[in-house]
Nanobody, 115 residues
């Protein structure tokens, strides 16, 4: 199973980025797909989640700015990030999980918000 994130980079405050997570080895349609982020020296925190029924949840810090989506046909999940702030700077990770069963992680992609 492989999860490969892409789309990270350097962006100015107020800018946008779209992260992608391409998955191989499993069919994501039954999985909950999450985006986490990890600040330097801190534990990973859940940013956004999309379940198999397309229901979503967001961390309070990103509500109204980030949007998670999934394309089961492409076996991919996305995170649209708008109105980025310096405090969004982190490594962003894709996660695929079935509660009580499987749990898979990508390698992460760096997002840096700075002028």
């Amino acid at each position: 199973v492989q999860l490969v994130e892409s789309g990270g980079g350097l962006v100015q405050p107020g800018g946008s980025l779209r992260l992608s997570c391409a998955v191989s080895g499993i069919f994501i349609r039954i999985y909950t797909m999450d985006w986490y982020r990890q600040f330097a020296g801190k534990q990973r925190e859940l940013v956004a989640s999309i379940r198999h029924d397309y229901s979503t949840n967001y961390a309070d810090s990103v509500k109204g700015r980030f949007a998670i989506s999934r394309d089961n046909a492409k076996n991919a999940v996305y995170l649209q990030m708008d109105s980025l702030k310096p405090e969004d700077t982190a490594v962003y990770y894709c996660n695929a999980n079935l509660p009580g069963s499987s749990n898979y992680w990508g390698q992460g992609t760096q997002v840096t918000v700075s002028s």
